[in-house]
């Protein structure tokens, strides 16, 4: 058996060629298959432009606004950075949301949008409890420019709209504090406590119409309250609970008595001091029915006795 051996030369001038024609294949079909996805892309964002964002159709038209507070619709849409005649698509919905969350009388917003032209708010807002009074630092109690209303967690907020409920608030008078921001929570101890006394408070007598107009705050150790029938309380800081629960009871002895009280001092665990108010001397003037009611006589006679373990 004879063996022959085979010189081949791979980088023979034809073996080239034929090697450059298949890569400048390769990269002719790569090329024309990037343009066309490229403008297979294009086309495709020109028509999604097209039929959203340069469709009139889609243009807002309509902006509900559901709140459970004083927020209107032109304040949302303020506050939101919304207008009329807006493209739908171009809203930002996380920003306008991002926004009104921003409002320190926003408690949470939702936003929505529906095609063709609407967009939808939902916003809860912060419920006031009592506006705030501090003298040495301006702050006057319903008024619009320099007031401050406090919620139930302590957070201050000023008031957009003067409305009847919020006259109708009771009023925290202190005069030891920072001047308050803003959005920001309350510091001061004795405020905090007031605010729980109203809470307690509420929650106690609320159902009978007995309500807390005022409470003021005169030093450190002790709250004067005043309620809606000229009723006035003093109650410990420091024992708040204990003497809610003995005006309570003090309450339903006097109504059961046929008595209106006019002043309580709960802060004695015994012997707790409390006046009456007693119809005033009738003189043989006339004088008008009105003026007969003894909730609105606080200048009538005084009658002072003990409860509680006392005499």
């Not at 929570?185 to 006394?197: D, F, G, N, S």
Request: charged share 25%; with cysteine.
């Amino acid at each position: 058996m004879e063996l022959h051996q085979l010189d081949v030369k791979l980088n023979s001038r034809r073996g080239q060629r034929v090697r450059q024609c298949r890569r400048r294949a390769a990269v002719i079909k790569f090329t024309a298959i990037a343009l066309t996805l490229l403008t297979v892309s294009a086309l495709v964002r020109w028509g999604y432009r097209q039929a959203f964002y340069e469709n009139s159709e889609f243009r807002l038209n309509r902006l509900v606004v559901q709140s459970d507070g004083v927020l209107s619709e032109a304040d949302v849409a303020i506050a939101g950075g919304i207008e009329m005649g807006m493209n739908l698509m171009t809203i930002d919905l996380k920003d306008v949301r991002r926004r009104l969350n921003n409002l320190p009388m926003v408690v949470s917003a939702e936003v929505s949008r529906e095609l063709p032209d609407l967009v939808e708010i939902k916003i809860e807002e912060r419920q006031p409890l009592a506006w705030l009074s501090c003298p040495e630092q301006g702050v006057i109690p319903k008024n619009e420019s320099r007031g401050f209303l406090i919620d139930q967690n302590g957070e201050f907020f000023r008031c957009e709209k003067l409305l009847q409920r919020y006259l109708d608030l009771p009023i925290i008078e202190t005069y030891e504090m920072p001047m308050p921001a803003e959005g920001s929570l309350v510091q001061a101890t004795p405020v905090k406590e007031a605010i729980r006394l109203i809470l307690e408070s509420d929650r106690m007598f609320g159902s009978d119409g007995l309500l807390i107009t005022e409470v003021r705050i005169r030093n450190a150790y002790s709250l004067t309250c005043t309620y809606n029938t000229l009723m006035q309380v003093v109650f410990s800081m420091k024992d708040l609970d204990r003497g809610l629960q003995d005006l309570r009871w003090i309450v339903t002895h006097a109504h059961s008595a046929g008595q209106q009280l006019a002043t309580v001092n709960v802060m004695p665990k015994k012997n707790i001091p409390v006046t009456f108010y007693t119809p005033p001397v009738l003189h043989a003037s006339p004088i008008d029915a009105d003026s007969s009611d003894l909730r609105a006589l606080p200048t009538a006679e005084r009658q002072l006795r003990s409860i509680l373990n006392g005499g």
